[in-house]
């Protein structure tokens, strides 16, 4: 299993180098199958995706960019008694799903199968060991400059007030949300939820552990957080453009405003309850501003197109206090570049979430007052904060877009005697 673990941060930690030439991966698959007829090459951002056939039978094999084999796909005949096994789940748990296909996944020293499953358009992958027992591959930390054990051993870490390391219940999401990219509390249990491709709402039941609704208010574009008032969402593309309707009485009509900010790659968007205004914040550093910069603006609902600056971060800021408060980080390559920002509805305090070295900043009176590096054991790529009205929190997380990590919601009780109303 650990060595499964260590692939699948491959196509983290792999990210950003160089890519070989097409000829190269191909060089691999040849190696694997001397005779391998190419059928389809795919570059990925952190990978190629090949598929092929040797030996007549068909093959997908995902090589990271250090030309390692990440996982290999391939068809598959499961025996009657395992089969039996999986379907029983499958129907008992996906009530009106038609199961499509099995394939068979292996990734270094472990292999497991994919189940593929169909309902009204959306495809749903379910994964199973090879006794048909579920099966759920989890993160583990490979280029970060901490781990969870060394989280844990932290002061600053154990002043935090959430107990990041340890969450009180994990969702694991539809194939639909594995790109969640932002989170909004619709009430006690049912969460707002947005993916990055596809201009729908999604209503996701805490309770039963599905989406219970949707509402469709575009097409296809990059979004990447919702908010609501209440009444009304409001959710955010990433070229600043915020899309919203009433909820509660929808009428039909999506009203698009284009924001005019000093920044092309706007990342999160929150409605604060105590001052009624909406905070955007930026994942890059502004058009005409330093590399260290990264704006959070706000705005009234009425008049979304004036927006006013509501904080500077100073990303080199944030790099110290990680070093001062957790020695043992290697600091130098940190990045933050905002993906979600909410405010604490009882301290007042500003949280800011970067899923670039997944770091939690927090500002309370716009002042920078702690720091804390999520673990990549548990967060593969943070992007969505929701707090609840009484301080709980909600942090979701997207999963490797090949599939054999979903995208999950985490959700955390803050700790007795920590939150302070101010």
């Given at each position: 299993?650990?060595?499964?673990?260590i692939?699948?941060?491959?196509?983290?930690?792999?990210?950003?180098?160089?890519?070989?030439?097409?000829?190269?991966?191909?060089?691999?698959?040849?190696?694997?199958?001397?005779?391998?007829?190419?059928?389809e090459?795919?570059?990925?951002d952190?990978?190629?995706?090949?598929?092929?056939?040797?030996?007549?039978?068909?093959?997908?094999?995902?090589?990271?960019?250090?030309?390692?084999?990440?996982?290999?796909?391939?068809?598959?005949?499961?025996?009657?008694?395992?089969?039996?096994?999986?379907?029983?789940?499958?129907?008992?748990?996906?009530?009106?799903?038609?199961?499509?296909?099995?394939?068979?996944?292996s990734?270094?020293?472990?292999?497991?199968?994919?189940?593929?499953?169909?309902?009204?358009?959306?495809?749903?992958?379910?994964?199973?060991?090879?006794?048909?027992?579920?099966?759920?591959?989890?993160?583990?930390?490979?280029?970060?400059?901490?781990?969870?054990q060394?989280?844990?051993?932290?002061?600053?870490?154990?002043?935090?007030p959430?107990?990041?390391?340890?969450?009180?219940?994990?969702?694991?999401?539809?194939?639909?949300?594995?790109?969640?990219?932002?989170?909004?509390?619709?009430?006690?249990?049912?969460?707002?939820?947005?993916?990055?491709?596809?201009?729908?709402?999604?209503?996701?039941?805490?309770?039963k552990?599905?989406?219970?609704?949707?509402?469709?208010?575009?097409?296809?574009?990059?979004?990447?957080?919702v908010?609501?008032?209440?009444?009304?969402?409001?959710?955010?593309?990433?070229?600043?453009?915020?899309?919203?309707?009433?909820?509660?009485?929808?009428?039909?009509?999506?009203?698009?405003?284009?924001?005019?900010?000093?920044?092309?790659?706007?990342?999160?968007?929150?409605?604060?309850?105590?001052?009624?205004?909406?905070?955007?914040?930026c994942?890059?550093?502004?058009?005409?501003?330093?590399?260290?910069?990264?704006?959070?603006?706000?705005t009234?609902?009425?008049?979304?197109?004036?927006?006013?600056?509501?904080?500077?971060?100073?990303?080199?800021?944030?790099?110290?206090?990680?070093?001062?408060?957790?020695?043992?980080a290697n600091?130098?390559?940190?990045?933050?570049?905002?993906?979600?920002?909410?405010?604490?509805?009882?301290?007042?305090?500003?949280?800011?979430?970067?899923?670039?070295?997944?770091?939690?900043a927090?500002?309370?009176?716009?002042?920078?007052?702690?720091?804390?590096?999520l673990?990549?054991?548990?967060?593969?790529?943070?992007?969505?904060?929701?707090?609840?009205?009484?301080?709980?929190?909600?942090?979701?997380?997207?999963?490797?877009?090949?599939?054999?990590?979903?995208?999950?919601?985490?959700?955390?009780?803050?700790?007795?005697?920590?939150?302070?109303?101010?």
């Amino acid at each position: 299993m650990k060595q499964l673990l260590i692939i699948m941060g491959l196509l983290c930690a792999t990210a950003g180098l160089a890519q070989p030439l097409k000829q190269q991966y191909i060089n691999k698959i040849n190696q694997i199958c001397s005779n391998a007829d190419i059928i389809e090459f795919e570059m990925k951002d952190d990978y190629a995706e090949i598929e092929y056939r040797c030996n007549g039978k068909l093959f997908e094999v995902g090589i990271s960019p250090t030309l390692e084999v990440l996982f290999i796909e391939s068809e598959t005949e499961i025996d009657p008694h395992t089969r039996s096994i999986i379907e029983k789940k499958v129907s008992k748990k996906y009530e009106g799903w038609k199961l499509d296909e099995y394939t068979r996944v292996s990734m270094g020293d472990t292999s497991f199968y994919k189940a593929e499953l169909w309902k009204d358009g959306i495809e749903e992958n379910v994964y199973f060991t090879l006794d048909g027992k579920y099966f759920r591959p989890k993160n583990l930390v490979v280029n970060e400059p901490w781990t969870q054990q060394r989280l844990s051993e932290s002061g600053a870490y154990r002043k935090a007030p959430y107990d990041f390391l340890n969450p009180t219940n994990t969702y694991e999401l539809p194939e639909v949300l594995k790109e969640i990219s932002g989170i909004a509390p619709m009430n006690a249990t049912t969460l707002y939820a947005v993916q990055d491709e596809s201009g729908v709402v999604f209503k996701y039941d805490l309770k039963k552990e599905s989406i219970s609704g949707l509402h469709r208010f575009t097409d296809v574009g990059d979004f990447e957080d919702v908010t609501s008032d209440g009444a009304n969402l409001y959710i955010l593309r990433s070229d600043g453009t915020i899309f919203s309707f009433n909820v509660a009485n929808f009428d039909g009509k999506i009203k698009q405003t284009v924001l005019q900010l000093n920044s092309l790659n706007v990342e999160g968007i929150f409605y604060n309850q105590n001052d009624h205004l909406l905070y955007i914040v930026c994942k890059d550093q502004p058009i005409d501003g330093e590399s260290w910069q990264r704006n959070i603006y706000k705005t009234d609902t009425k008049e979304m197109r004036s927006a006013k600056l509501a904080l500077t971060i100073d990303t080199k800021e944030i790099v110290r206090k990680v070093k001062d408060d957790y020695a043992f980080a290697n600091s130098t390559n940190l990045q933050f570049n905002p993906s979600a920002i909410a405010i604490h509805p009882l301290t007042n305090e500003m949280y800011i979430l970067s899923a670039s070295n997944k770091l939690l900043a927090v500002y309370q009176s716009n002042k920078l007052s702690a720091v804390y590096p999520l673990p990549a054991e548990i967060f593969y790529k943070p992007e969505g904060l929701a707090f609840m009205p009484d301080g709980s929190l909600y942090i979701s997380s997207e999963g490797i877009k090949k599939g054999y990590l979903n995208g999950q919601v985490f959700f955390f009780k803050h700790k007795p005697g920590i939150i302070n109303k101010h």
